[in-house]
């Protein structure tokens, strides 16, 4: 398959929309709210004091005030998708190397052209032994919608669009972070299982945090009524629940890396080990009688 020529993602269409959101529906963001709460659950389980954080993507300020009540004596910046950088693009973010020492980004990454160039930028910002978290769609997430609108399209047109975005499997998301140079990468998902009573009201959701497709070239083919409501019934006959309610799956991925420091823990070297974990497992031992080799 050749190579898409320009970008796969229409940022100018996702801030119009997110623009949008925040006139329309300020408070209709419960996924963002979900996504939210379980970075800074994240967030929690280390015991380092941070004193520079910057957070990309918090349009609400909610991040930001949680962390400044735990962090009381941190710097904290924000930059929003909305906001006006240098370079006009969250994935060179105008500020200097070594400039922080946590990096947190929400609902972003999955949604930008070069990923393993954010994460290096994003790397590249935080001082050594910096933390950086993120949190945003992967994996399986509008499996269900991605199946009906493509079997509707199918149907009705002989051939289907891309009308969701590829998402970062969890698979590649350490596999990401190491390229990008971070030490002690993680890469982990929650996933919601939501129910709506419509597609329509799935739809309301994804735009009221901004998310309906902003893939730029393979989604310019007008979604006419006809597909749109063999997509619904598609999806109430395959994805519905006893309740008759159908069903949403959304995959959170989380992806958290350090800058790499020296006081860093390292694996041990092969063959450095003083005990075998064969013996720690035999039953034939009592406990302690594991001798080192």
Known sequence: MPAPEGP?????????????????????????????????????????????????????????????GRYTDARITVLDELQVTLSGDLRAPPFAANSFDAVLSLLDLHAIDDLPGALAQSRTMLRPDGLFLAAFPGGETLGELRYALMQAELERRGGATARIVPLVDIRDAGALLQRAGFALPVADTDRLDLTYAHLLDLIADLRAIGETNPLMRSSRSPLDRTIFLRTAEIYAETFADPRGRIRATFDLLFMTGWKPDPSQPRPLAPGSARSRLADALDPTKPPGDQKPR
Do not use: C, K, Q, W
């Open 8 to 68: 796969l993602f229409d940022r100018a269409l996702r801030r119009r929309r997110r623009r949008a959101r925040r006139a329309h529906r300020p408070d209709a963001d419960y996924l963002r709210a979900e996504t939210e709460r379980r970075l800074l659950d994240r967030l929690a389980d280390t015991s380092r004091r941070f004193t520079d954080i910057l957070i990309i993507g918090d349009p609400a300020n909610r991040v930001r005030d949680a962390v400044a």
